[in-house]
């Protein structure tokens, strides 16, 4: 995550910032106005990232995890050793949903920007 979204901070131009400061722009309308949106989609692309990484690295989270701590792929691991349940049924809908609800919103913002 660290590594994606510093490439995009590297990659900003400096004389933005100044421009921005040359508006009297307050450091939180700059980085609202002008940070935030520049590396929204470094920021959408790490939390993915790292998302599809914690799924799918569960045996590492198995073993490495304490008793105390459960990440969302062993607490559900466990819950369908006991048998599927209404709330297992319910986290997966919602994970399907949300990547569907991603993938459409992604390709929205892609068409309305080849306009």
Known sequence: VALIVYSRLVGLDP????AAKDLYATPFKRAWHFLLPTIKPALISAFFLSFTLSIDD????????GPESATL??????????????EINAIAALMIGAVAIAALMSLLVNRQGQR
């Open 15 to 18: 004389t933005l910032f100044e």
């Open 58 to 65: 569960f045996v590492i989270s198995f073993f490495t995890s």
């Open 73 to 86: 792929p062993i607490y559900i691991w466990g819950a369908i050793k006991k048998g599927v349940t209404p």
